[in-house]
């Protein structure tokens, strides 16, 4: 897991290497196995006299188990010794992009979507290219030979050859014709579908993995910054008289957005910056808080017009003889990933080097240019072999612009680390939403009419902010954005309205969905699903309600409503059953359920709980899910678990509030998250599918939180349309 790049090249020197032309097909990669530098970029997998298998992992490891994915399905593919599998980090290069999100990074749950044919068929080239070599070196068919364990066998002669003692001679060979390259069908498979334990187990388990925050760099300084309290605040002078009495303070530089101070170590750094006195403009967000933003999303749903985002029918003419009014609200979300978010670069001889946590490297290099007015090929990145974390978060790249930024005046490496408090108080957020929604039945209780108005800030909008307070004309940038897809230059922002019941199961024949765009100081960025996180709470939460208008139980409502697709009605019906549904609720205890419909899986979940004056019990969590294929059951499962604790926190307390434009929350001690003591009984259920594999996490962690707002509404007989439960006074 951590050989290094060089070590990895020069020990494979005899080895067989491939890589991917631009046009997404395997090339053999034509560079010197000991040079050092953006060459290097390209290759894929390497089998060394050894017979290690060497694999470079495309996508981010921060948790969810992509580089053990990743690598099963290049070795069931190449029929390859799975315990002599070694796996390295890729770097920036271009012929990294997923095939399926067109994008430099690790984000959307496109790890496994988007890499599932190509790493196989990595595998399956490789593996017709040992047997070749072995076939042409025993003077028999290719037909005759079978493979096993990185091995060629040739039973009629009992020969065998090892793919390590074979791989300078398949190195020299024309590579398979794309067609003629046949992926192995699942009855085939061998560790594909089987609980395999993740390959980086032993590293954590016991501190030897290496993270973003781990980086050290010779003649490295590290930076910590004074921040104004506002959001957007600069600072317009400093006394730095009591910093430069410490000892290993280097600089202090205002680059407006904070006063940087940089020292030998970090503990120096952040002292010193404690030290400063600085005199800050504040700048308009002083004015705004929590309050006036409520107020501002209130005004904008009764007074502005909504950009449409879909129309069907006609909502004022559908026939519906009962209908429903109701207006939903969600906070404002932060991340809180373990590992605080961090970058060190080294901008030198005409170039910058990175070494960083990053989810998203191609977002590295291309705002980097624009920064330092470098092309791509003088922006080289390390990545750090593990990551802390993310759930979005790490979709932002101002620390490695900060970072940059100050190497390039200092003229020496430079880390940024960024306390838990700046990570919360001067970060991305999930933002703010208020939808408002007049839903209607016709006399067979049936969905008729649907019309919904969404008031939340654009990510697409922003999708470059972080540049902004670097002086860098954003104009110019947004114009390459829209230019590049076009996907930036959608009416409607695409995460606006996702979950929403255009992009749900449900069939509805009268549907008006509209988006109004709103404008504050906090800036909004991807968090754990997206628009789905708020949306599927506001959908979920009023279909509940519309069950209740029907006199109808919650799960039997939702079914007859469906799209009639074999995959919802499944997963719904894996639940009654799992659940014991139809649950019968005592006094003051209730079941809740919500259906989750995304990233190409379906899922649906079940939440028990007792309420008792203020105070909820978890009781019981059921969760039925298709992901279509999958991987590795055993890291899906965690993913499950991890999706469903998220979702009940987030439910019961996740909130970033301001006031006088200063977030409220600094840490976890006023940003809760759950302990092992107070999570419910969770009981999983994985159905079996043949689908394309979909994401997972990203459904799980939408769906609870509708569930357990449902379950309280069902012990409590009170509604609760506004995020989070603590907010009106439950804790648990």
């Known amino acids: 897991m951590n050989i290094a790049r060089r070590g990895f090249l020069q020990t494979t020197a005899a080895a067989l290497i491939l890589g991917f032309d631009g046009a997404g097909e395997i090339v053999r990669a034509a560079y010197a196995p000991d040079v050092v530098g953006p060459q290097l970029f390209g290759i894929w997998l390497s089998i060394g006299s050894d017979n290690v298998i060497t694999m470079v992992s495309p996508e981010v490891e921060y948790g969810q188990g ?3 994915a990743n690598a099963m399905l290049v070795a069931d593919e190449l029929d390859a010794d799975w315990e002599k599998v070694a796996i390295v980090q890729s770097d920036a290069n271009p012929v990294y992009t997923n095939p399926k999100s067109y994008r430099l990074s690790t984000d959307g749950s496109w790890g496994m979507r988007g890499r599932f044919e190509q790493m196989r068929r990595i595998g399956a080239v490789t593996r017709m290219l040992m047997v070749q070599a072995a076939a042409n070196d025993w003077g028999v068919a290719t037909g005759e030979c079978s493979t096993g364990a990185s091995f060629v066998h040739h039973s009629a002669s009992g020969r065998s050859a090892s793919y390590g003692s074979l791989a300078s001679a398949a190195s020299k060979l024309q590579l398979p014709a794309p067609g003629s390259v046949v992926l192995r069908t699942p009855e085939q498979w061998r560790l594909i579908g089987t609980p395999m334990p993740r390959v980086d187990i032993v590293q954590k388990s016991t501190g030897q993995a290496r993270y973003g925050v781990d980086v050290v760099v010779p003649g490295m300084l590290s930076a910590a910054f004074s921040r104004c309290p506002v959001l957007g605040g600069i600072a317009k002078s400093f006394d730095d008289s009591k910093v430069k009495s410490r000892k290993g303070v280097r600089h202090v530089v205002n680059v407006g957005y ?10 120096t750094a952040r002292k010193g910056a404690e030290d400063l006195v600085v005199i800050w403009d504040n700048g308009p967000a002083a004015k705004i808080s929590s309050a006036t933003i409520a ?3 209130t005004d904008a749903l009764a007074n502005q017009p909504g950009v449409v985002a879909k129309k069907l029918g006609d909502v004022t003419a559908s026939g519906a003889t009962k209908t ?11 991340h809180m990933c373990t590992e605080p978010t961090n970058a060190t670069a080294w901008v030198h001889d005409g170039m910058c080097e990175f070494w960083t946590a990053t989810a998203a490297m191609g977002s590295v290099v291309k705002y980097t240019g624009y920064l330092l007015d470098l092309p791509a090929e003088k922006i080289i990145i390390h990545r750090t072999p593990f990551v802390g974390g993310s759930f979005g978060l790490r979709g932002r790249v101002d620390p490695e612009l900060e970072a940059a930024q100050l190497s390039s005046i200092v003229h020496a490496p430079v880390q940024v680390v960024r306390r838990r408090e700046e990570d919360t108080q001067h970060g991305w957020y999930r933002p703010y939403q208020k939808s408002k929604i007049t839903a209607g039945l016709d006399a067979s209780d049936t969905i008729v009419s649907w019309h919904e108005k969404v008031a939340v800030q654009s990510i697409n909008g922003q999708y470059a902010d972080e540049l902004i307070p670097f002086g860098v004309d954003i104009a110019r940038v947004n114009a390459d954005i829209k230019a590049s897809a076009a996907f930036f230059r959608l009416p409607v922002d695409f995460y606006a309205t996702s979950g929403t019941p255009f992009s749900d199961s449900y069939k509805i ?6 988006w109004v765009k709103m404008e504050n100081p906090v800036r909004p960025t991807h968090w754990r699903s997206v628009g789905i996180s708020g949306n599927a709470f506001i959908t979920e939460g009023t279909i509940d309600e519309l069950a209740e208008l029907a006199g109808m139980d919650a799960l039997a409502f939702r079914r007859a409503q469906l799209i009639k697709l074999p995959r919802f009605v499944a997963v719904i019906d894996a639940l009654a059953e799992k659940a014991g549904w139809p649950a019968q609720n005592a006094a003051a205890q209730g079941w809740g359920m919500a259906l989750g419909d995304g990233f190409v899986s379906c899922s649906a979940a079940a939440v028990k709980v007792a309420v008792k004056g203020k105070t909820i019990t978890l009781e019981r ?9 999958t991987v590795n059951p055993e890291q899906t499962e965690a993913q499950i678990q991890s999706g469903i604790i998220d979702g009940l926190a987030t439910a019961l307390f996740g909130e970033i509030t301001l006031t006088n434009g200063q977030i409220d929350q600094s840490n976890f001690n006023d940003y809760r998250i759950f302990t092992l003591a107070e999570l419910p009984r969770i009981e999983i259920v994985l159905l079996p599918s043949s689908e394309p594999p979909g994401s ?7 769906m609870l939180i509708p569930a357990l707002a449902n379950a309280v509404a069902a012990a409590t007989g009170q509604r609760y349309r506004e995020l989070p439960l603590s907010r009106h006074g439950f804790d648990i």
């Open 258 to 267: 904070g006063v940087a101070v940089l020292a030998d170590d970090p503990w």
């Open 621 to 629: 969590v059921v969760c039925v899910c298709d992901q279509g294929i």
């Open 509 to 514: 024949p009268n549907l008006f969905v509209e």
């Open 295 to 297: 107020q501002d999303y």
């Open 696 to 702: 997972i996490t990203e459904i799980i962690t939408p």
């Open 324 to 334: 429903i009014d109701v207006e939903y609200t969600v906070p404002f979300l932060a």
């Open 66 to 68: 992509t580089i053990t």
